[in-house]
């Protein structure tokens, strides 16, 4: 059984899969971070950070972390060579005017139609909606990348019971059990990580569930 940075990892590996040639990205806070770290080298992907900058590379070593250079989470980062720096207005025009290709978010709820709740919990401290609101309306896709279930409770659902950011947003979710569509039919479960059984996966998820007719194993890189 993995432990929690294990699943993480393995969740940010078939994340980066899905990125292609090319790619301008955007990653949120928290666990969509690591995917930078896993791109497989045959790919050139740029990652873009609303707080003003192209180029986003793999997280520094200790001694070589520049306090001047952190993420949208304020996570220390790299420069790529030929990376660039602007201001946020620059930065959310990129995102509002569709120019990321993809988006990769945590998320806290995400319903059978593609509504994503992960800004906030009603009475608790939560780092808030930054720029996923923007995000989730401007990218061209948005893969969701979360632990299935939270503390045992579930987090794919029928509806959404906490506010949302965004409705019908979310293209693919991917987690530790498996990677799913988000399609008008509701949650395809399209890969499954062989170490869980159909049975498991559909007691951690709190809506139906179809199973793909070319269902495969999950695999990463």
Partial sequence: MMDKQQIQEFIARRVAMELQDGDLVNLGIGLPTLVANFVPEDRKVLFQSENGFIGVGPAPEEDEIDPCISN????PVTIVPGG??????????????????TTVLGALQVAENGDIANYMIPGKMVP???????????AKKTIV???HTAKGNHKLLKECTLPLTAVNAVDLIVTEMGVIEVTAKGFVLIEKNPEYSLEQIREATGADLIISMNLKPMAVS
């Fill in 72 to 75: 949208a989470g304020a996570m």
């Fill in 145 to 147: 990348a979360m632990e």
């Fill in 128 to 138: 808030g909606m930054g720029g996923a609101m923007d995000l989730l309306n401007g």
């Fill in 84 to 101: 660039s720096f602007f201001d946020s207005a620059m930065s959310f025009g990129i995102i509002r005017g569709g120019h990321v290709d």
